[in-house]
DNA sequence: GGGGTTAACATTGTCGACAATCTACCTTTC
DNA sequence: GAAAGGTAGATTGTCGACAATGTTAACCCC
């Protein structure tokens, strides 16, 4: 039983607007490489050109946007290069939770948890969309419940940039029963609490991912 | 030989502003908890509160800063938790950088560079300053020559909330001895290209440098 | 026709001013 | 004397305006 009594913490105009703008980006309402043009998108927000800005400087930070002095900012165009050094980052920092729950966490528990999304994952067989979702929800899940700060924000941008990557593939994005199975091995070697295999397992899951992405 | 010719990329005002504030926070200038005043800053760094609030944005997106609506932006404040976690992002990083270079890098040449820095280390004996800014350049060389933006970027943020650790135990933060010796054995698993020792050590150096933080 | 100059336009960068909010202190009341 | 209420000061949040820069296209010259 949680209390309904605990701090209020107000979210800053700016960090409201990040969350929008990651949204956009990851549903590729913002196609990569274009450039957020500021007096348009503040209208459509309904703020002015400040907040704006500053919200827009913490995706510069994170490297979702990058900035062009005097020209403007624009989305982030995930080269192959990229998407090999995004999914290294992403194993570090996923490999990383798996490991802080396997070690000082409940295993069994977060094993199940995941479990639950392959399952979802196995009933929404053929919408590619949908299990793409649940690819997501499976990646986030597992580090959320870790409980580190520090990775779960690093893990926030590499999902947005893992969701650019499955939007500009679209439809092509497929494979869904490999996934199923790969995410139901892991799920498992968590839940058994057995480090190498679910270390492998990871390795391989991020290799397989790059190589569906990058191969086209 | 380098080209003199290479596209010219002047920083935006906000990631200068970042920049000195990141080395400002580190070097203790800005005290951990302390409140970041806008207009005196401003004053300070001769602009106006816009682009200072835009750079203090990114520092608020790394975890650096804290933001509390209405009331302001402070520094962040480390606590036994936060450090533990610190350290959790930061092994996971610089493992996968090490990593990075063993596979498919020339682990021999890095190898070697590292120990340079490990014999300026044992130079700068008794000098607690002098060692700590050798053990930071040590780990920022190891990530920066594993040549991924990504873990670059994470990493900075990282070695800043290190810096403020070292900062806030000033004199205490002693045995230079045994970090000399443990960042040498380091540097020589990776000059030899051993994968599960550069591992181990390197699980073992986070381990190490929490347990001398939090203890006291 | 190619290269260079100029001018209009669009966009970003910066600033100062005002509104909203919070804190701290003082006053009032019971 | 303690608690509630009110007030002044300081700080942040937001906005609109202006300056600086870059881009585009038309125009001119060779």
Redesign the interface.
Same mark, same amino acid.
């Given at each position: 039983m949680t209390s309904y009594i605990e701090p209020l913490? %107000? =979210?800053?105009t700016? *960090?409201i607007i /990040?969350d929008k703008l990651r949204k956009a980006i990851g549903h590729g309402e913002f196609r990569p490489g274009a450039q957020i043009v500021e007096a348009d998108l503040a209208r459509k927000l309904g703020v002015s050109r400040?907040p704006l800005? =500053?919200?827009m %400087?913490?995706l510069? %930070? =994170?490297?979702l946007l990058v *900035? #062009?002095?005097n020209r403007g900012l624009f989305v982030i165009d995930m080269t192959p290069e990229d998407i090999r050094? &995004?999914y $290294? /980052?992403r =194993? /570090? #920092?996923e490999?990383?939770a798996a490991l802080?729950i396997l070690r000082d966490g409940d295993f069994e528990t977060v094993g199940l948890a995941l479990l639950a999304i392959v399952d979802q994952m196995a009933a929404a067989d053929g919408d590619p969309a949908a299990v793409g979702e649940l690819d997501i929800a499976f990646h986030e899940l597992l580090v959320r419940l870790a409980d *580190?700060? !520090? $990775?779960s !924000? &690093?893990h926030q941008t *590499?999902i947005i940039e893992t969701r650019m990557c499955i939007h500009a593939l679209e439809e092509t994005y497929l494979a869904t029963d490999a996934r199923a199975v790969e995410h139901h091995r892991l799920a498992d070697a968590i839940r058994t609490g057995d480090v190498d295999r679910t270390d492998d397992l990871l390795s391989a899951h991020m290799d397989d991912a790059i190589e569906r992405l990058v191969s086209r």
């Open positions: 913490a %107000q =979210e800053s700016p *960090s /990040a400040g800005r =500053e919200g %400087q913490r510069t %930070q =994170e490297g *900035s #062009i002095r050094d &995004m $290294l /980052a =194993e /570090a #920092i490999r990383a802080k *580190s700060p !520090r $990775l !924000r &690093m *590499s």
